[in-house]
């Protein structure tokens, strides 16, 4: 297996531009999460889904941010106007369990200017 | 899940020599930690885990000790070598709820 698969790597968008950050999980993990890193606030768990049901939102900043799991092989994180303060690394992860067996993938780092 | 707190944000050590990164964490009922190494450009990846009926587990290189009485772990590396320098989490993995990150301790490798 390839790993969890992030991309794009990098993501540099002007202010005001939707963005789009898209994650391929493990084949047979059942959990998928979204994480935001920054230096002030550390890794940060934004949302993540159990057999594509998003299960627990409540990290999600605001209204502007929204995730989706159509399917067992795809998650989207959308940010819809970003800002500069969206500026972050953004990690997904897949497991088999909610508590461990994480497997992260290689991030986007987004800068919004 | 618990959040967990970390002594030290960051720690330098020459290489060749021992390190030793400190967790402290709340809830007495917790009773499993995993502890994560994040290397530049990378996400964290998985180092050793601990159970609450261990006091130590040994991995490569790596030992880490559980001390319930005083709610903190530590994480010990021998002969610390330049690739060993990244970010460290202490995760507590109990209860049913996703894991919770601190901000992690730096750890430099002096050459």
């Known amino acids: 297996d390839a790993g969890v698969i992030q991309s794009p790597r990098h993501e540099v968008t002007e202010m005001g531009q939707e963005v789009t950050l898209r994650c391929k999980p493990i084949?047979?993990?059942?959990?998928l999460f979204w994480y935001r890193q920054t230096m002030m606030r550390g890794l940060e768990l934004l949302i993540y889904?159990?057999?594509?049901?998003?299960?627990?939102d409540s990290g999600m900043p605001e209204d502007r941010f929204s995730a989706k799991m159509p399917n067992a092989s795809f998650s989207t994180l959308k940010i819809q106007p970003s800002e500069p303060r969206d500026s972050a690394v953004y990690f997904c992860?897949?497991?088999?369990?909610?508590?461990?067996?994480?497997?992260f993938g290689s991030g986007t780092r987004l800068t919004v200017v | 899940g618990e959040s967990v707190g970390l002594h030290l944000p960051t720690l330098s050590v020459q290489e060749g020599d021992n390190s030793i990164i400190n967790c402290a964490y709340s809830?007495?009922?917790?009773?499993?930690f995993i502890w994560y190494k994040q290397e530049s450009g990378k996400g964290p990846q998985f180092i050793i885990d601990?159970?609450?009926?261990?006091d130590k587990r040994q991995g490569q290189r790596v030992t880490v000790l559980l001390n319930k009485t005083v709610k903190h772990l530590s994480l010990q590396i021998a002969a610390t070598q330049p690739g060993d320098s990244a970010v460290y989490f202490c995760?507590?993995?109990?209860?049913?709820?996703?894991?919770?990150f601190g901000k992690g301790t730096r750890l430099s490798v002096i050459a």
């Open positions: 601990i159970r609450s009926n261990m």
């Open positions: 889904f159990n057999n594509n049901v998003p299960i627990d």
């Open positions: 992860a897949s497991s088999f369990d909610s508590r461990y067996g994480y497997t």
């Open positions: 995760a507590d993995c109990s209860g049913n709820t996703p894991l919770v």
């Open positions: 084949s047979g993990h059942d959990y």
């Open positions: 809830n007495s009922a917790s009773d499993y």
